[in-house]
């Protein structure tokens, strides 16, 4: 069988959280595989875009 290298799952920090991960690392352990965890969230239109890693917020908005 070949081997799965790495393993993407979404997670949203929803109740059903902690059970995708303990699925996904039951399942990574299995092929001995790299698990990466990924969580998308909406950008405010505060935030100005100077670089993505010196993103700037509003004075009102909080990162969440």
Do not use: C, W, Y
């Not at 081997?3 to 092929?31: C, H």
């Amino acid at each position: 069988m070949e081997s799965i290298k790495n393993i993407i799952v979404p997670i949203d920090f929803s109740e059903d959280t902690e059970a995708i991960l303990k699925a996904a690392n039951n399942f990574g352990q299995m092929f001995d595989s790299k698990i990466h965890l990924v969580n998308f969230f909406e950008i405010s239109h505060d935030v100005k875009h100077k670089h993505p890693k010196k993103a700037v917020l509003g004075h009102e908005e909080e990162l969440r």
